[in-house]
């Protein structure tokens, strides 16, 4: 691949589904395993065949998107060729793509930013087809899109939300295609042709029309994939990543701590009197006190005193105080927000 790569990664949605903490931050920054599933999502991008032969364009959301994820991205990735572009109006995957028209030429990816997943990009430099969905086999597809496949294993179409259980391929939000002006066209004859679903342009719509015109889409199957776009989902995935990159406890300020793996506690944490883990993420300047959490994230700024958390999602610099009394809460609550019993 001798063309530079561009990378698009779509955030502009409200991210409704991770309330309350989408209501003062973009989804993509929320914390999971240490890093923001932003962070996890570039993590990806390493494996690329030549991954200094790059340009990402983010697409954002109005507000906290464009406030939030530009000076994000210049802090943690100052080296990298980026663009952004605002989409005002939520009319769906494809209406964000051509918005971002002047920075497509050439190859290029989609990855949505709520998605994160194994795999090893490195076959990119070889790919001779017009287009790769990746995809997973599920249990039960009908909540999800699917590929459907001919003889030969090339994508015939895509399903959203099929009736049958027979078809289980489920695409997972990540796609590349060989060239984006194919792409931007299939979009424009979409819009012309007005497919839509519940007033949104999708993007497996556009890359079925570029199959009407004789594009040649195959699939890439994984077996892990990971889900940021719910609390649930969120909680979930901080285990499996735990479970996967192993404990990472740096010097933190701690006075009769108990640990249990795998945990990840940053630097300038204070904890004293309390147990840690199984599956706890506890972020930056935190304070804990005479409590116990266990499969939460905790996020940066917190301070938990006298409380015993489990499955819980604290926000930045929110505090939580109990009475110590060893009751287990489930608490899922957004930054500077206080809760006291």
């Known amino acids: 691949m001798t063309e530079t790569l561009k990378i698009v990664i779509p955030m502009a949605g409200w991210g409704t589904r991770m309330r309350p903490h989408t209501w003062s931050k973009p ?28 340009e990402y364009v983010f697409i954002l959301g109005p507000y906290l998107g464009e406030m939030q994820i530009p000076p994000f991205i210049q802090k943690n990735y100052p080296n990298i060729k980026s663009s952004f572009v605002v989409q005002q109006e939520m ?7 051509a918005l971002a028209r002047e920075y497509l030429h050439g190859p290029m990816m989609v990855c949505f930013s709520d998605t994160l997943m194994e795999t090893d990009f490195s076959f990119l430099a070889q790919e001779e087809s017009d287009g790769v969905a990746w995809v997973m086999p599920v249990e039960d597809p009908r909540r999800f899109g699917v590929a459907e496949l001919n003889n030969e294993g090339w994508v ?3 399903i959203e939300k099929p009736q049958s259980i027979d078809n289980n ?14 792409l ?5 004859e979409q819009m012309e042709r007005g497919i839509m679903l519940k007033g949104e342009y999708f993007l497996t719509d556009t890359i079925t029309v ?11 199957q994984i077996s892990t994939w990971l889900d940021t776009g719910t609390i649930e989902a969120t909680l979930d995935t901080n285990k499996t990543l735990l479970d996967k990159i192993g404990s990472n406890v740096q010097t ?28 706890a993420s506890i972020g930056a300047d935190c304070k804990i006190e005479n409590s116990q959490i266990a499969e939460s994230i905790i996020e940066a700024g917190c301070e938990i005193k006298d409380a015993t ?8 610099q929110a505090k939580v105080k109990a009475r110590g009394d060893g009751h287990v809460m489930q608490l899922n609550i957004s930054d500077t927000s206080s809760v006291i019993l």
Do not use: W
Not at 184 to 188: K, P, R, Y
């Open 27 to 54: 989804k993509p920054l929320v914390s999971v395993a240490g890093k923001t599933s932003l962070e996890h999502l570039m993590d990806m991008f390493k494996t690329l065949p030549d991954p200094e032969n790059v």
């Open 91 to 97: 009319k769906g995957q494809s209406h964000a793509l």
């Open 156 to 158: 015939t179409r895509f």
């Open 169 to 182: 391929l489920v695409v997972v939000g990540c796609y590349y295609f060989k060239s984006s002006e194919q």
């Open 184 to 188: 931007l066209a299939a979009i424009d």
């Open 210 to 220: 570029m199959i009407e015109h004789g594009a040649k889409v195959r699939t890439n």
């Open 252 to 279: 933190f300020k701690r006075s009769n701590v108990e640990i249990i793996q795998p945990v990840v506690i940053h630097e300038s944490a204070e904890i004293s009197n309390s147990r840690i883990g199984p599956y």
């Open 309 to 316: 958390l489990s499955r819980s999602l604290i926000g930045r």
